[in-house]
Nanobody, 124 residues
Framework: VQLQASGGGLVQAGGSLRLSCAAS????????MGWFRQAPGKEREFVAA????????YYADFVKGRFTISRDNAKNTVYLQMNSLKPEDTAVYYC??????????????????WGQGTQVTVSS
């Protein structure tokens, strides 16, 4: 399984970005998908996750109301819409897959496959 994250970039505070995570080598329709991020000098932290059907979504408190996770199983792709971005959102964002499960996890060790990460930089 390969996960390819894209969509990162440089944006001003208050702006928006949409991250995508495309999978190859496996159909993700039965997998939980998550987004994590890691800022310089900090540990990787949970951002959002979505159940295989898309009916369940989970967010870290610091992104609630600003970020939206979604998925298109027909395209084997997961998205993270990020609005009202803040400088503290600056980090490398990673997508991850927890395969063949209905339990949505928020801890990185629960995920089986990881993308390479995409840099998000928010200027003040």
């Amino acid at each position: 399984v390969q996960l390819q994250a894209s969509g990162g970039g440089l944006v001003q505070a208050g702006g928006s970005l949409r991250l995508s995570c495309a999978a190859s080598g496996r159909t993700l329709s039965r997998d939980v998908m998550g987004w994590f991020r890691q800022a310089p000098g900090k540990e990787r932290e949970f951002v959002a996750a979505i159940s295989w059907s898309g009916s369940g979504t989970y967010y870290a408190d610091f992104v609630k109301g600003r970020f939206t996770i979604s998925r298109d199983n027909a395209k084997n792709t997961v998205y993270l819409q990020m609005n009202s971005l803040k400088p503290e959102d600056t980090a490398v964002y990673y997508c991850a897959a927890d395969i063949e499960t209905i339990v949505v996890g928020t801890r990185s060790h629960e995920y089986d496959y990881w993308g390479q990460g995409t840099q998000v930089t928010v200027s003040s």
